[in-house]
C-alpha cells in the first residue's frame, strides 16, 4: 500500500472529523464514506499527495447519526475503517 491511516479523530464525530494519513509514495488520494446500503453519502479526493504525513478534514455535520465506511483509496489500494456519527 502507498499510504497508512494514521487515525481518524475524533471517532465517534458530531461536526466534523480528522483523517491523519501516512503517505508512502506520491498519490492520488480518494476518501469516501458510505453508508451501511453501501452508498456513497461523502467524498473527497486529494491530487497528487506527496509523501508524507497529510491530515485530511471532513464536514460530516449533514450526515445522520449512524455507523458509516471510510474508504481511503490512491487507485490500487484501499483501506476501510469504521466511523461513527453522534449528535
Known amino acids: 500500500s502507498?499510504?497508512?491511516i494514521e487515525h481518524t479523530y475524533p471517532n465517534p464525530?458530531?461536526?466534523?472529523?480528522?483523517?491523519?494519513?501516512?503517505v508512502?509514495?506520491?498519490?492520488?488520494?480518494t476518501l469516501r464514506v458510505y453508508d451501511l446500503f453501501g452508498r456513497e453519502v461523502l467524498s473527497s479526493r486529494h491530487d497528487q499527495s506527496g509523501t508524507g504525513t497529510h491530515?485530511?478534514?471532513?464536514?460530516?455535520?449533514?450526515l445522520?447519526?449512524?455507523v458509516y465506511?471510510?474508504?481511503v483509496s490512491d487507485g490500487t489500494s484501499i483501506i476501510e475503517r469504521p466511523l461513527t456519527i453522534l449528535r
Not at 464525530?13 to 501516512?22: E, F, G, K, N, P
Not at 508512502?24 to 488520494?29: G, I, M, R, S, T
Not at 491530515?55 to 449533514?62: K, P, Q
Open 24 to 29: 508512502l509514495k506520491e498519490a492520488d488520494v
Open 64 to 66: 445522520v447519526p449512524c
Open 69 to 71: 465506511m471510510l474508504r
Open 55 to 62: 491530515e485530511v478534514s471532513l464536514d460530516v455535520h449533514t
Open 2 to 4: 502507498a499510504f497508512l
Open 13 to 22: 464525530a458530531s461536526y466534523q472529523t480528522r483523517v491523519r494519513l501516512h
